[in-house]
C-alpha cells in the first residue's frame, strides 16, 4: 500500500480551450504512464468521440501517475476537468475529491471569466493552487503582462506564476515538481479502521455495472468486501477495485488518500448517488444509525428546459429508452413525459445550460440514431398560489392566472471579461436584457471585468451569440445560479381562430410581451397556409389581446360563369358566397401545418 505522505491527488482547472487536457497528456507521458506509441492524435484523456471533434472536455476523466522525484516514489493522481460553464457540475465533483488544483491559463488570451469561476471555487474548497501560464510558444504570448494580470485578479505573485509550453512539453516536469512540494498529501479524519469513501462519480459499464469513482479518507477496501452506501443504505459486495491507468487496472485494494473505482454490482446509477459516502465498519460497536456521512455536494438542479421529440412519432419508445441509458452516465440530465397537439409524444428534458443541451441532443442523435425537434430552451419558474410554491417547467402547467399570487423567475450572477472598448456596447446589451449593473473592474490598462445580475430566461436564448458579435468575439462570459426572484411576469397565450395553442404559449416580462407577441403573430402569418375563411392570430395576456394578425380566405372567383345581364345577379352569388363563408368560419377548423410549429419553436 502507498505511503499516506507520498500520495498527491490534484485537478487541471481552466477556461475552456486553454490547454489542459494537452498539460495532462504531457504528464502522461514524463511518468511513463502511458508509452508514446499508445498516445493518440488528440487528447489521451477525452474519450467521448464528440470531445474529440469539438476540442473540449466534457466528463471529468481521473488518472493515476507513478512519478520519482529526488530519490522518492510519489502517486500523483490527477483529475482532468471541463472548462465551459455548463459543465461545472463536474469540477466541484473533482474538488471535493483533492487537496490542490493546478490553474491553467492562455498566455496569449489572459484570464477568462471561466478561470476566475473555477478559482473561487476551488478557493472556497480551501485548495492549493498552483498558477500555470501555457501556449508560450506561441509569437502572440505575453508572460509578463498575463501575470501581472492574475496576480491583480487572483492575488497569485507573479514570481510563483509557472510558464510553460504544454504542446511542445517545456518546462513542463517543473509543473510536476511544484505538486509534490506545494499541494499537501492528503489528511486521515478517522484514526481507526472505519472504512470511508466519498463517491464523485459514478458510470455505467456495460460488462461490469455501475463503476463508482471514490476518493477514500480513512480505512481500505478490497474485493469481497461488504460495504454500505449510507445516504440508501443499501448493502453491496465489492466486486473489483483498481485504480486509472487511464484504462480500468485492478488492484488487490484501495487504502487511504487513494483514488480509484470500485465496481459495485449495481444496475442503476442512481444506487450509488454522486456525493454518498461508502462506508464500512472495521469496529463492531458502530452502528451503521451511527455513521457519519462526508460532506459531499448537493445534488444538481436543471435550469434550462426544452421538449425533445421524434419527428417519426413510431421512434418515441426507442427516444424513452435512449434518454434512460443515457441519464445513467449523466446523471444532471433530467426528463419527464410531455405531451404536444402539435408535436407527438415527447419529453420535457432538464439541462444545465445551452451547450449540455446541444451536447445531449447529439448523442441522441449519433449513439441512437434518432431524428429529432428540440423546441426552444425555457427556464423553470416558481409560481405562488394559494400560500403554497410551485416549481414548473412549462408554461401549460401554470394555475388560473387569477388564483396566482406571483411568479418567480431564476437570476444568475454574469462575470464578462472584455477589452475597454466595448464597455459601453456590453452595458446596453445587459440593461435591454433587464440586467443590473454590480461591479466593474480594470484588470489591466485595456481589460475590464463587468459584473451584472440578469433574469437566466434573458442569457438562454441568444445573449451569448449577441455578446459575441458586438465585441468581435473578444469578450467572455460565465454564470453562476443566485436565487429566484418575484417579478411582473405573465402567460402569453398564442391564439389561432380563436383557440389557444399550448405548445406555442411562454411566460415573459409584461414589458416584453407586445415585442414577442407582434413578432409571433407576424411569423405564424407567413407560415400558415390560407383557409376558405379568415384566420385571425392572437397574442393574449389573460383576455386582452395585445397583438393581431389576420390571414384573409381564398376568394374563389364565383361570379367567372356568369355573363352579360342584371348586376344583381352578380350581387346575389357574392351574398351567398359571404353566407357560406361566414358558416365555414364557426364550423371549420385551421389546420396548422408540423412546419410552422417547428420554425416558431425550433431554436434558432
Known sequence: MTKQENIRNFCIIAHIDHGKSTLADRFLEITSTVEKREMKHGQMLDTMDLEQERGITIKLQPVRMDWEYEGQNYVLNLIDTPGHVDFSYEVSRSLAACEGAILVVDATQGIEA?????????????LEIIAVLNKIDLASADVKKRAIEIENALGIPRDEIL??????????????????????????????????ALVFDSVYDSYKGVVAYVRL??????????????????????????????????????????????????????????????????????????????????????????????????????????LEKLQINDSSLSFQPEQSGALGHGFRCGFL????????????????????????????????????????????????????????????????LTPKD?????????????GVHKDMQYLNEDRVMMIFEIPLASLVVDFYDNLKSLTSGYASMGYEYLDYRQ????????????????????????????????????????????????????????????????????????????????????????????????????MGKVEMPQAAFLAVLKKD
Open 353 to 416: 445550460g445551452l451547450l449540455h443541451m446541444e451536447i445531449v441532443q447529439e448523442r441522441l442523435e449519433r449513439e441512437y440514431g434518432l431524428d429529432l425537434i428540440v423546441t426552444a430552451p425555457s427556464v423553470s419558474y416558481i409560481v405562488v398560489h394559494g400560500g403554497q410554491e410551485k416549481m414548473i417547467s412549462s408554461p401549460a402547467d401554470l394555475p388560473d392566472p387569477s388564483k396566482i399570487d406571483a411568479i418567480k423567475e431564476p437570476w444568475v450572477k454574469v462575470e464578462i
Open 487 to 586: 417579478d411582473d411576469l405573465v402567460k402569453l397565450d398564442i391564439l389561432i381562430a380563436g383557440e389557444p395553442v399550448d405548445a406555442l404559449a411562454l411566460i415573459i416580462h409584461r414589458k416584453d410581451a407586445f415585442y414577442f407577441g407582434s413578432a409571433m403573430a407576424k411569423k405564424l402569418k407567413e407560415l400558415i397556409p390560407k383557409h376558405q375563411f379568415a384566420v385571425a392570430i392572437q397574442a393574449s395576456i389573460g383576455s386582452k389581446v395585445i397583438a393581431r394578425e389576420t390571414i384573409p380566405a381564398y376568394r374563389k372567383d364565383v361570379t367567372a360563369g356568369l355573363y352579360g345581364g342584371d348586376v344583381s345577379r352578380k350581387k346575389k352569388v357574392l351574398a351567398k358566397q359571404k353566407k357560406g363563408k361566414k358558416r365555414m368560419k364557426m
Open 114 to 126: 471561466q478561470t476566475l469561476a473555477n478559482c473561487y471555487m476551488a478557493i472556497d474548497h480551501n
Open 217 to 322: 479518507t480513512s480505512g481500505s477496501i478490497k474485493r469481497g468486501d461488504k460495504v454500505y452506501f449510507l445516504n440508501t443504505k443499501k448493502q453491496i459486495e465489492v466486486l473489483e477495485v483498481g485504480h486509472f491507468k487511464p484504462k480500468y487496472s485492478a488492484a488487490k485494494s484501495l487504502g487511504p488518500g487513494e483514488v480509484g473505482y470500485i465496481v459495485t454490482g449495481l444496475k442503476g446509477v442512481s444506487e450509488a448517488r454522486v456525493g454518498d459516502t461508502i462506508w464500512a465498519s472495521g469496529n463492531s460497536k458502530v452502528e451503521l444509525e451511527n455513521a457519519e456521512i462526508l460532506e459531499g455536494y448537493n445534488e444538481v438542479s436543471p435550469f434550462v428546459f426544452a421538449g425533445v421529440f421524434c419527428t417519426d412519432a413510431d421512434d418515441f419508445t426507442l427516444l424513452r429508452d435512449a
Open 163 to 196: 510558464a510553460v509550453s504544454a504542446k511542445q512539453g517545456t518546462n513542463v516536469e517543473s509543473v510536476l515538481a511544484e505538486v509534490v512540494k506545494k499541494i499537501p498529501s492528503p489528511k486521515i479524519q478517522d484514526e481507526n479502521s472505519e472504512l470511508k
Open 422 to 434: 466595448y464597455v459601453g456596447a456590453i452595458m446596453k446589451l445587459c440593461t435591454d436584457k433587464r
